[in-house]
Every structure is written in structure tokens, then in C-alpha cells.
């Protein structure tokens, strides 16, 4: 069964950074589109960035310009670097995994707690 295990999560101080990292189990992460989504507390799910399997990146714009999505197809990882955290980006992070290159994951992570403090 294929699993999705994120790592990395944690308390930062505002204005640092974080790196977030997905473990993915799938022989066939490299043909994947792989996706990093949040939920806030109080809010809907987000999604924060996506790499497509060709590498196509895509960020939300309540990141863009922050967030750096990367994938290494080698080791089955996809990273989210985020960086100027503030307390807005206090979240719950989730990997997901994509087969198709649009619509919705088919494979969610368990989710890991950010918390930024001020």
C-alpha cells in the first residue's frame, strides 16, 4: 500500500523558515503529481503548492514568492521550503499524491503541525 510520510513540521519563530519533506513509498513517484495542501484552524484546506511529474511548479498565491516546491524522484521525496514565516501560515501541512495531472489527490499524508509563532 502506498503511504505518504511527512516530516520536518514543528514551531518557527516569525520571519524564519521551515522545510517541510514527503516520504513516498509508490515505484512510481516519478510519474506522480505531487502536492503540499494546509488547513488552518477554522478554515478549508489549501492548496499551498504543487509539482507536476515533469516538474511544472505551481504555488498559491498566499505563498508565491515564499515557497519553493522541489522533488528528487531518485530518493521518492517532494520537499516544501517556506520561508518569512508569520502566524498566518499556522497549519497543518499535508502531502497528497496526484496519478492524473489535474483534479483531486488520491493519496493523502497524515499531516503535520506548523506552528509560527509571533
Known amino acids: 500500500q502506498v503511504q505518504l510520510v511527512e516530516s520536518g513540521g514543528g514551531l518557527v519563530q516569525a520571519g524564519g523558515s521551515l522545510r517541510l519533506s514527503c516520504l513516498a513509498s509508490s515505484s512510481r513517484f516519478s510519474l506522480l503529481r505531487m502536492l503540499w495542501y494546509r488547513q488552518a484552524p477554522g478554515k478549508e484546506r489549501e492548496l499551498v503548492a504543487s509539482?507536476?511529474?515533469?516538474?511544472?511548479?505551481n504555488y498559491a498565491d498566499s505563498v508565491q514568492g515564499r515557497a519553493t516546491i522541489s522533488r528528487d524522484n531518485a530518493k521518492k521525496t517532494v520537499d516544501l521550503h517556506l520561508k518569512s514565516l508569520t502566524p498566518e501560515d499556522t497549519a497543518v501541512y499535508y502531502c497528497a499524491a496526484a496519478i492524473r495531472e489535474i483534479g483531486s489527490p488520491n493519496l493523502w499524508g497524515q499531516g503535520i503541525q506548523v506552528t509560527v509563532s509571533s
Open positions: 509539482i507536476a511529474s515533469g516538474g511544472r511548479r
